[in-house]
């Protein structure tokens, strides 16, 4: 069985190997921290994305999705303290030139007194390290990871820049040359889309507090530390839902946004004892209280969701940068006031990463006669890129005719593959490999009594039942 390390990089190579994520622009060396999703993995990402938006907006009487524009008023970027605030922490090595978050260096480092056994000692550092991040005391952050002799991974010495802050948003042109070019940015969260339609959908909608708004897009970040597959990456998907409230109740709100976003990760097929709560400390210019949802990675537990109180932060400064009312008037308090938002922001990739690292496993199935092994994803089959693969044992005696039958009972309704390729046993690893839950097999015995073998992928069992049973077994087991 691989190590941690070694299992992040088996899951790595298993998603290039089997079409799940691929680096982007590969032909050209690559893009860093740039990703392609191929066959299996856009199927994986869409399950998990039309399964989050289900659970939002179908499951939430209250709440309603939207898909804002990646584009948006460079003003919105002013309001929202982006411009201003949107930066981290950042030191460079003079001798090796590369550029670090000071966070991250300084997390590594713990990592290596863990693994060391000196596990006080890094959560005393952690410690010491928020209360820097938290003060914005930059000369103390220098003299932490001077004092704790943090070295550079590739020059291997401690001689460090100060530290100071980068921008991570990323900008372009609007219009030609020609014309009058104005400076805009990609969004750096898709949150503000939802902020600056408050009151479109609210009018609209004719939506009572409370009520929510959410929304599946694309983010971008120029992360200067970006190594983690697709963990950390400049182009990525977030799924947001802001959740607007009447003032004073937005600890309560809060709480019952915690519990909800955990309960919803219960149903991922992931045991509790893999994730964890992180309060954060150093809070978001815009956060009253706010947290995060943590997954135990292969690399360790990282954060997948943020839930934040974000107060009337965000309202307030569209109304004051625009000049509009953000208002909202509440009938049973017969009130007008600016709503404040409980936010909950997850990253689709990470939710990805998380799905996949979950469900890898290497498996040895060696007999005393023979060696064997196989890699299997065990997803759960509602997040299953194939739902069904449909084999026939070989290519003649009407055995494909059947099978097609059979796939085109079903394609209609989830995801078929079929495949007459090959022993019938490779086929199965191949199908392992991809995560699918089942397998039924069309042998000549199906020409007789109309039943079919059906593998299921976790235990490997196999049991025959009839064709017209198919269907209805899978349809279970997604809903
Ligand atoms: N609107 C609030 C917000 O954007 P965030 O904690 O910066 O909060 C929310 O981001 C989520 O987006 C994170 O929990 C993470 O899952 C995901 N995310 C953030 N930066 C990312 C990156 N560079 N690559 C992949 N996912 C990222």
Known sequence: MATDNNRFQAIISHCKEYGFIFQSSEIYDGLSAVYDYGQWGSELKKNIKDYWWKSMTQLHENIVGID????????????????????????????????????????????????????????ALIASMDQLLAAND???????????????????????????????MFSTQLGSVAEDASEIYLRPETAQGIFVNFLNVQKTGRMKI?????????????????????????????????????????????????EARMKWHMTLGIPADKYRFHDHVKLAHYADAACDIEFDFPIGFKEVEGIHSRTDYDLSRHQEFSKKKMQYFDPEINQNYIPYVIETSIGLDRTVLMVLSNAYEE??????????????????????????????????????????????????SFKCFYEEKDAIGKRYRRQDAI???????????????????????????QERIHINKIKELVEKQIL
């Open 68 to 123: 804002a524009a990646i584009f948006m008023h460079p003003t919105t970027w002013k309001a929202s303290g982006h411009v201003d605030n949107f930066s981290d922490p950042m030191i460079d090595n003079k001798d090796s030139k590369k550029r670090y978050r000071v966070d991250h260096l300084i997390e590594g480092y713990v990592d290596e007194l863990e693994k060391a056994g000196k596990k006080a000692e890094g959560d």
């Open 138 to 168: 930059f000369d103390g952050l220098k003299k932490l990871i001077e004092d704790n002799k943090i070295k550079c991974g590739v020059s291997g010495t401690v001689n460090w820049t100060d530290v100071r802050q980068f921008n991570l």
């Open 210 to 258: 409370p009520f929510g708004i959410a929304q599946i897009g694309k983010a971008f970040r120029n992360e200067i530390v970006a190594r983690q597959f697709i963990f950390r990456m400049r182009e990525f998907e977030q799924m947001e839902m802001q959740f607007f409230i009447r003032p004073g109740s937005q600890k309560e709100w809060y709480e019952y946004w915690k």
């Open 363 to 412: 498996q040895d199935l060696s007999t005393p006669e023979k060696p064997d092994s196989r890699v299997v994803l065990k997803f759960i089959p509602k997040l299953a890129p194939i739902k069904l693969a449909i084999l026939p044992l070989t290519k003649k005696d009407g055995l494909p005719e059947i099978a097609r039958q059979i796939m085109d009972e079903c394609k209609t």
């Open 435 to 461: 995560g699918t839950p089942f397998c039924v097999t069309v042998d000549h015995q199906t020409k007789e009594d109309q039943t079919v073998t059906i593998r299921y992928r976790d235990t490997m069992q």
